[in-house]
């Protein structure tokens, strides 16, 4: 009886120790996360202000808007197409180096991936007004936050959703792409609202893989290995962020 005793609360002490680690685990994804946020927005602020004046070039935009020479390069010039697909080519890089970069390597890759979509997304300061930026920013914080909520808190198992999601990702990139050259608003719309659903079940299902990654390797003590994979699911939780509200700002973003 004594030998049970002392089991059970060794057991209880091993939950705890772990219930423990994945709060940690949890706030430092997160805390990760809100870090590259904030430096994608310094990054395409920033940009912006040197891409755009209201000064008289040759490049008029709008109204009151111009862009700089540099402006012109970013937007208007072939390289628009390196700055357009640079973060999608260092996803795909940072997939394959992963398991070779240590933890401090994979946090300073992923903070180079969020500076690199700062410079890629810049341009919604030349199309949109900065204050239904603010303000679809602002619903999509709420929304992010209430779907992630619910998929570290909820009991149903949601990991058959994955397949289906990354089925519904490939099917939005390719269609993305073909809209580059077919300029239809009827896919953009349908593409965007679409898009937003995706990436609001994905938000839900990467919060809850996050969280049951730790709770299968917690035991194993491999600290460098949990803070990688840490790494990897604020990148993947940052991306379901940045697409919903890039899809929400083409649907509720208002105009120049």
């Known amino acids: ?28 994804v997160y805390g990760t996360m809100s870090v590259g946020m904030v430096i994608t927005a310094l990054a395409s602020w920033a940009i912006a202000g040197l891409a755009v004046t209201d000064a008289a ?10 862009l700089t020479d540099f402006g012109y390069a970013l937007y208007a010039s072939p390289l628009k197409w390196l700055v357009m697909f640079l973060p999608l080519a260092m996803v ?12 401090a390597g994979a946090q300073l890759f992923f903070y180079a ?31 992010f ?22 089925m519904g990702v490939i099917g939005l990139l390719v269609a993305s792409i073909v809209n580059i050259w077919l300029a239809s608003p009827a896919i953009m719309f349908a593409v965007s609202a679409i898009g937003v659903l995706i990436f609001a079940g994905l938000t ?13 390797h917690a035991h194993h003590g491999d600290q460098e290995w949990l803070a990688k994979a840490g790494i990897m ?20 973003g208002n105009r120049e």
Not at 1 to 28: C, E, F, P, S, W
Not at 58 to 65: F, R, T, V
Not at 92 to 103: C, D, E, H
Not at 233 to 252: C, H, R, S, T, V
Request: proline share 0%; net charge positive; hydrophobic share 50%.
């Open 204 to 216: 839900a299902y990467d919060t809850q893989n996050i969280k049951n990654t730790y709770l299968a």
């Open 57 to 66: 070039t040759m490049y008029q935009i709008g109204a009151d808007k111009y």
């Open 92 to 103: 795909f890089a940072f997939g394959a180096m992963i398991n070779r970069l240590s933890a």
């Open 233 to 252: 699911g604020a990148l993947n939780l940052y991306l379901d962020f940045i697409n919903m509200f890039m899809f929400l700002l083409q649907l509720f």
């Open 1 to 28: 009886m004594a030998d049970y005793q002392t089991a059970r609360a060794g057991a209880g002490v091993r939950t705890a120790q772990i219930d423990a680690g994945l709060r940690t685990h949890m706030n430092k």
């Open 113 to 143: 991936f969020a500076t690199a979509m700062g410079v890629s997304i810049s341009w919604i300061f030349t199309v949109f007004t900065g204050f239904s930026i603010v303000q679809v920013f602002l619903v999509t914080a709420i929304a």
């Open 145 to 166: 936050a209430g779907l992630s909520l619910w998929g570290y808190t909820t009991k149903k198992d949601i990991s058959g959703w994955g397949a289906f999601l990354i």
